[in-house]
């Protein structure tokens, strides 16, 4: 049974995924910057989609990984960046390590600071890495140790492959959030190799198996019709 601490501990950190998505998306430049607006958390400034189809997309597959953190079988959220052929250029990776959100012997709030720390540090990730091509889109996966209490109508499974750029990758931690007996999480950026001849090559605008809105589809001020909901979930090599 989930009691009212771990529902708010699951809470607190979908807040988080959710701020570092949007903030991550905007940095990266993947839509218009008119389409995001700023609000305050942890005391700082954050970014918020007002695009009803991108926040529709990433509110849902944020939602349906609740029973994986309850469960803690969610090892990673990936912020996936993509070419028009679909091939991984680049990603931001929450890689968690243990999440025990049923523990009552912490303090929650001190994860603020940590929290607060890698959406600083998320909101010059663009800076870090090479430009994406025109047209590039996003996607929201998730790799899990179980595919219990997940939504098939929000999820399909995938191979782990579809989660691992090409080598060699040029990786850069961006913080960690840890709290010790609730938890563990790293935030890394990586790019590959096929990034540079995307850009030579001029990708333009792709569409994916569980698409969020393309950037065509979220330049425009009217809202759109949402897109279908998704991610991919991969199972991890590691799972039972």
């Given at each position: 049974?989930?009691?009212?601490?771990?529902?708010?501990?699951?809470?607190?950190?979908?807040?988080?995924?959710?701020?570092?998505?949007?903030?991550?998306?905007?940095?990266?430049?993947?839509?218009?910057?008119?389409?995001?607006?700023?609000?305050?958390?942890?005391?700082?400034?954050?970014?918020?989609?007002?695009?009803?189809?991108?926040?529709?997309?990433?509110?849902?597959?944020?939602?349906?990984?609740?029973?994986?953190?309850?469960?803690?079988?969610?090892?990673?959220?990936?912020?996936?960046?993509?070419?028009?052929?679909?091939?991984?250029?680049?990603?931001?990776?929450?890689?968690?390590?243990?999440?025990?959100?049923?523990?009552?012997?912490?303090?929650?709030?001190?994860?603020?600071?940590?929290?607060?720390?890698?959406?600083?540090?998320?909101?010059?990730?663009?800076?870090?890495?090479?430009?994406?091509?025109?047209?590039?889109?996003?996607?929201?996966?998730?790799?899990?140790?179980?595919?219990?209490?997940?939504?098939?109508?929000?999820?399909?499974?995938?191979?782990?492959?579809?989660?691992t750029l090409h080598?060699?990758?040029?990786?850069?931690?961006?913080?960690?959030?840890?709290?010790?007996?609730?938890?563990?999480?790293?935030?890394?950026?990586?790019?590959?190799?096929d990034t540079a001849?995307?850009?030579?090559?001029?990708?333009?605008?792709?569409?994916?198996?569980?698409?969020?809105?393309?950037?065509?589809?979220?330049?425009?001020?009217?809202?759109?019709?949402?897109?279908?909901?998704?991610?991919?979930?991969?199972?991890?090599?590691?799972?039972?």
């Amino acid at each position: 049974m989930v009691d009212d601490v771990a529902n708010a501990a699951v809470d607190a950190l979908i807040e988080f995924l959710e701020a570092a998505t949007y903030t991550v998306l905007r940095s990266r430049n993947v839509y218009s910057p008119q389409l995001f607006e700023n609000k305050r958390l942890y005391s700082v400034t954050v970014s918020q989609c007002r695009h009803p189809g991108v926040r529709s997309y990433v509110g849902t597959v944020l939602r349906s990984i609740k029973p994986l953190l309850v469960k803690d079988t969610l090892q990673e959220l990936v912020v996936a960046f993509n070419n028009q052929q679909g091939l991984l250029l680049s990603k931001v990776s929450f890689i968690i390590q243990g999440f025990n959100c049923f523990t009552k012997a912490v303090d929650w709030s001190k994860l603020e600071s940590s929290f607060r720390s890698a959406l600083l540090r998320l909101h010059f990730s663009d800076n870090l890495l090479r430009p994406l091509p025109p047209g590039s889109t996003f996607e929201l996966l998730v790799v899990a140790s179980s595919t219990a209490g997940v939504d098939p109508k929000v999820f399909a499974e995938e191979d782990i492959q579809s989660v691992t750029l090409h080598q060699p990758t040029n990786g850069l931690p961006l913080g960690s959030c840890n709290l010790p007996g609730a938890l563990s999480m790293q935030v890394v950026l990586e790019e590959g190799p096929d990034t540079a001849a995307a850009l030579q090559q001029g990708a333009n605008t792709l569409s994916t198996s569980n698409p969020a809105p393309p950037p065509a589809a979220a330049a425009a001020e009217a809202p759109a019709q949402p897109a279908a909901a998704g991610g991919a979930l991969q199972e991890s090599a590691c799972s039972p």
